[in-house]
């Protein structure tokens, strides 16, 4: 009876999410909507022979499930959470695999699947309440999932960014010695360089490029990034422009604190290293010390005593 009951719920939990997209399949296009389908059918079609057959059962299918994820997604995003999960992708640099849609989407698919997952699986280990919990706990769980990933793949870029930052500063410290303005130091960097510092500084070019002012792409710069010290460098370069103070400078002060912090944050580390080594010397390699000094002193006490 009880496995009755149990399976019974996990059905009802699994129909329950089934509905949900196919409720959301169901709901009838946005005007926006309508419209980005007819630009991307233009942008297929452009060029080739039209098929009056239309797409396959299959290719409709897959469009129909994609649009009701789309739809899920943006139902249980609110405008709070998309501007939040546009900051992290700022942080995150951005990547062309994670769009914002994309991102979106993602959130549906987890919410679903590990939703139906988490019920059955707290019905296999609790029964009905197990199920009850399970369902909840992990559409919850899987709603978070991406945003926990762009939270961390953006602490990682973060990180990268503070580590490359001396670096990008010397080379312009180089330019501007040398005779280029800070634009054209700004565009040596972008294109002799590799690595996330080198392709902010580009972004903040090609946005300059397009109109907008070179305050206003830095300031864009300090709010995609969390690295405080670079964060000081743009208010630095800002108010040096605006004050008219020499940016080679500016460029020279910071660049030697980059690398005066740097090598200290390299010390700190390095002081670190025995405290790290203590506690796997004294579990992995004491105990083996002690069998090879201290064994054959222990057989020969027990084959003495049992004598």
Same mark, same amino acid.
């Given at each position: ?6 399976? +019974?719920?996990?059905? *009802? ?31 297929? @079609?452009? !060029? ?5 057959? !239309?797409?396959?059962? %299959?290719?409709?299918?897959?469009? =129909? ?6 739809? *899920? &997604?943006?139902a249980v ?16 640099? #951005?990547?062309?695999? $994670?769009?914002? /849609? ?12 590990? &939703? ?5 699986? !707290? ?41 490359? *930052?001396?670096?990008?500063? %010397? ?5 501007? /010695? ?20 080198? =392709?902010?500084? #580009? ?9 907008? =002012? ?11 990034? @969390?690295?405080?010290p670079l964060? #000081?460098?743009? +208010?630095?370069?800002?108010?040096? &422009?605006? *004050? ?17 912090? $740097?090598?200290?944050?390299a010390e ?28 054959? !002193? ?7 005593? =049992?004598?």
């Open positions: 009876m009880a496995s009755l009951i149990v399976l +019974t719920v996990a059905v *009802l939990f699994a129909a329950a999410s089934v509905s949900l997209a196919v409720l959301a399949v169901a709901l009838p296009p946005t005007r926006g909507e309508r419209l980005l389908r007819t630009l991307a059918a233009f942008g297929r @079609t452009r !060029g080739k022979l039209i098929d009056d057959r !239309g797409p396959r059962w %299959d290719e409709r299918l897959r469009r =129909s499930a994609v649009a009701g994820l789309d739809r *899920l &997604g943006r995003t609110p405008s709070g959470a998309r501007a939040r999960l546009s900051r992290l992708l700022d942080y995150a640099g #951005n990547p062309d695999d $994670r769009p914002l /849609e994309v991102v979106i989407r993602r959130r549906a698919l987890l919410l679903l699947g590990v &939703g139906v997952g988490g019920a059955l699986f !707290g019905a296999i280990l609790a029964g009905p309440a197990g199920a009850l919990l399970g369902g909840p706990a992990g559409a919850v769980l899987g709603l978070f999932v991406p945003d926990l990933a762009l939270h961390e793949l953006g602490g990682k870029r973060q990180r990268e960014l503070a580590a490359s *930052l001396p670096d990008v500063l %010397d080379a312009m410290v180089i330019g501007v /010695e040398a005779g280029l303005g800070l634009d054209a130091a700004m565009q040596q960097v972008a294109e002799n360089l590799t690595g996330p510092m080198p =392709s902010e500084v #580009n972004r903040v070019l090609q946005e300059m490029r397009i109109g907008i =002012s070179r305050t206003d792409a830095l300031h864009a710069l300090s709010e995609r990034t @969390t690295v405080r964060q #000081n460098f743009v +208010t630095a370069i800002v108010q040096a &422009g605006e *004050l008219g103070v020499p940016i080679a400078n500016v460029l020279r002060e910071h660049a030697r604190d980059q690398r005066v912090k $740097r090598r200290q944050e700190e580390r390095a002081q670190k290293v025995p405290v790290k080594l203590l506690f796997p010397v004294l579990f992995c390699l004491f105990p083996a010390i002690f069998v090879v000094i201290l064994g054959p !002193g222990v057989l020969r006490l027990l084959a003495a005593l =049992s004598r």
